[in-house]
């Protein structure tokens, strides 16, 4: 199916409030057959385009295509400024009044129409778990997880975040944008790049495969543990005392160090300060008490 298509698919359920578990228990498919239209990995056949096109009150035209929808209602004010218009000019005052009751009352339907639509949109809009042989599914405004032999599906339309592992192999993309995605002949493909292995990918853009700042990636290639495990060494070997040792909880705070920089916000390396605070006081009682 047309990608184009299938994220139109997506969209109308979507502004009808409906998970794709509640889609899939009113067209009576399974949940996996509205995640494969959505994600274009299989098409709906006629009949389910018919069913989709009824339940979101559209044209199969509309549905496929996004075709304007406005141009149906475009006559419904003409006709009305027509009709007041006929009143204005010659109809009897009584026959004008009974049209403007009419049409009062007709504006007064539609409204508690509309509302009910939002009610029962509201309503399919809720929280909803399901745990069975099919898998888990939770679903709820905004966020989808599902878990099934299918594979793991997430997706987090607020944080514009999605991860899918099935059989094709992984695909994953975060909120700045960034992806990740096998291209099923054992290669991977990061933000449009592809790389032969998983392993050339990791060398050339190192563990975190570009995720992190051009900042952070030099900071980390200084060979800071290894001048600090040399230096311990060093005053062991001389002096007899391996005290020094607890320098060598300096090289997390160094990493914290970075990445308060990278993010300008103390609160990476306070954080990891406390935690070594902690930790270098329990070496050092246990160390002098022994």
Known sequence: ?????????????????????ALAAKLGVSRQAVSKWERSEASPDTDNLIALAALY????????????????????????????????????????ACKAADHTQNADAASDTDDAADANSAASSKDHVS??????????????????????????????????????GLHAQDAKGHSVESDGVGGVIVDGVNYASWREAREKLGPDLGS?????????????????????????????????????????????????????????LMKRLIAMGLLAWVIWMCATHM
Do not use: C
């Open 57 to 96: 009150s559209v044209t199969l035209d509309e549905l496929l295509y996004g075709a304007d929808e406005q141009g149906s209602g475009a006559t419904e004010p003409e006709a009305n400024t027509t009709e007041a218009t006929d009143a204005e000019q010659g109809d009897d005052p009584d026959d004008a």
């Open 131 to 168: 745990i069975g042989w099919d898998g888990i599914h939770v679903s709820k405004p905004g966020e989808e997880v599902h878990v099934s032999w299918d594979g793991i599906h997430v997706d987090d339309e607020a944080k514009n975040e999605h991860v899918h592992i099935d059989r094709k």
């Open 212 to 268: 992190t700042s051009p900042f952070l990636r030099v900071w980390n290639r200084i060979p800071y543990g290894a001048f600090v495990a040399i230096v311990v060494v060093v005053i062991g070997l001389s002096t007899g005392t391996w005290l020094p040792s607890l320098l060598l909880l300096t090289i997390l705070i160094y990493h914290a160090l970075g990445r308060s920089i990278d993010r300008r916000s103390l609160v990476p």
């Open 1 to 21: 199916m047309d990608v184009q298509i299938a994220s139109r698919l997506a969209n109308r359920r979507r502004e009808a409030g409906l998970s794709q578990e």
